[in-house]
T-cell receptor, first 115, second 113 residues
Framework: AQSVTQPDIHITVSEGASLELRCNYS??????LFWYVQSPGQGLQLLLK??????LVQGIKGFEAEFKRSQSSFNLRKPSVHWSDAAEYFC?????????????FGKGTTLSVSS | ETGVTQTPRHLVMGMTNKKSLKCEQH?????MYWYKQSAKKPLELMFV???????ENNSVPSRFSPECPNSSHLFLHLHTLQPEDSALYLC????????????FGSGTRLTVV
């Protein structure tokens, strides 16, 4: 069965500092991997996704993530955090090549940005 | 405009009421999903519909009844809910296996009193 682990429940980063949010997944075959962001009271917005090819993927808002098959990880990074990045971040996995397969989410990491 | 529209945005209902949540997608996707997001809990998959057919029911209580009349519309009918059912209910859609991504609506914030 698929599963996603986000080890950090809450992270605080200073504005302008770099950020890395961790994500580990469990899935036997080639996964589809996603990072979503959710602001308070809002739905989920897709930041980036990985299906195949280049293991470093670029997303919106200056985020990137690197897929490491050997470590079953898909960590999210941003070189310089802005106060507006404060939100909840979810890593998710889906089974590739299966129509109608739902996303399985991690528990999320809450990012706070200090000035 | 995310392409997935959920109505209403907020709903307060008593435990004996019957109400429905609506989700509509204008993206041409063929799979639709209901998720429940409770405070301090991870997103829980409730139902999956693929080409209008329900392909997954994640052990959801019968007081939640989904309906998918076509690939663009998804409903969640609610009756005799409990206070612990208060949550944000999110609808999502995808094309096939989701290789173009899953698109979420803004959710319906449900409060059961």
């Amino acid at each position: 069965a698929q599963s996603v682990t986000q080890p950090d429940i809450h992270i605080t980063v200073s504005e302008g500092a770099s950020l890395e949010l961790r994500c580990n997944y469990s899935y036997g075959a080639t996964p589809y991997l996603f990072w979503y962001v959710q602001s308070p009271g809002q739905g989920l917005q897709l930041l980036l996704k990985y299906f195949s090819g280049d293991t470093l993927v670029q997303g919106i808002k200056g985020f990137e993530a690197e897929f490491k098959r050997s470590q079953s990880s898909f960590n999210l990074r941003k070189p310089s955090v802005h106060w507006s990045d404060a939100a909840e971040y979810f890593c998710a996995v889906a089974a590739a090549n299966q129509a109608g397969t739902a996303l399985i989410f991690g528990k999320g990491t809450t990012l706070s940005v200090s000035s | 405009e995310t392409g997935v529209t959920q109505t209403p945005r907020h709903l307060v209902m008593g435990m004996t009421n019957k109400k429905s949540l609506k989700c509509e997608q204008h993206l041409g996707h063929n799979a639709m999903y209901w998720y429940k997001q409770s405070a301090k809990k991870p997103l829980e998959l409730m139902f999956v519909y693929n080409f209008k057919e329900q392909t997954e029911n994640n052990s959801v209580p019968s007081r939640f009844s989904p309906e998918c009349p076509n690939s663009s519309h998804l409903f969640l009918h609610l009756h005799t809910l409990q206070p612990e059912d208060s949550a944000l209910y999110l609808c999502a859609s995808s094309q096939g296996a989701g290789s173009y991504g899953y698109t979420f609506g803004s959710g319906t914030r449900l409060t059961v009193v």
